[in-house]
């Protein structure tokens, strides 16, 4: 399958990307993960558009980040730094990785394919990806040199020098989700469609 037969694609209720040329789709967002997504996305917002850094966009925005096969990865939230801000914008997906990538684990995320997801940003050239796990409270900061953090509930996510002056308090963002004590990250089922590239 190619990015252009994906945008033409209609699976309602389901989010799909494409991987190497291989359709994989999962099923909606939970509740919770809905609810942390959108605070980080309120938090980013506020902060790009008070100082005019770029562009943030929605959940499940579509980003081409290889050819021949194609791989259009969706990240929760992204941003894009003002200088990289497509003109006109494209009617598919953008050719390129965003500065940032925000992923919040759901249910059905399976550790390896989150670390993959995780490398694909990586390659494409995003610059900061943030992992955010609202089960267990934490969050993994990945860096294009190849670096990692571990941040507890107490810790704040930063910018650096993606967004400089950014910080967000991940008990700010957990607040409101303590009648909810699972982990979210546990083996399940694949939920892989195969369709071979074209």
């Known amino acids: 399958m190619t990015a252009d037969q994906l945008l033409q694609l209609r699976l309602p209720g389901k989010r799909a990307e494409l991987v190497k040329g291989v359709l994989v789709v999962r099923q909606p967002a939970s509740y919770r993960h809905g ?4 605070r980080l996305t309120k938090a980013l917002v506020l902060f790009v558009d ?17 050819t021949s096969p194609d791989t259009v990865r969706a990240p929760d939230v992204a941003f894009v730094s003002k200088a990289r801000i497509p003109s006109p914008a494209p009617k598919g997906y953008a050719p390129f990785a965003p500065d940032l990538a925000v992923e919040v684990l759901s249910p059905d995320d399976r ?20 992992v955010v796990d609202p089960g267990r409270r ?61």
Do not use: I, M, N
């Open 35 to 38: 609810e942390v997504t959108v």
């Open 50 to 66: 008070a100082h005019d850094l770029g562009r943030v966009l929605a959940a499940e925005t579509g980003f081409k980040l290889e």
């Open 111 to 130: 550790p390896g394919e989150v670390l993959a997801k995780v490398a694909d940003w990586l390659r494409a050239d995003s610059r900061l990806v943030w």
């Open 138 to 198: 934490l969050a993994r900061v990945y860096r294009a040199e190849g670096t990692e953090s571990l941040l507890e509930e107490t810790d704040a996510l930063e910018g650096e020098d993606v967004l400089p002056g950014f910080s967000c308090q991940l008990a700010e963002v957990f607040s409101r989700l303590a009648a909810f004590a699972r982990p979210l990250w546990r083996p399940q089922p694949a939920r892989h469609t195969g369709v071979p590239s074209a």
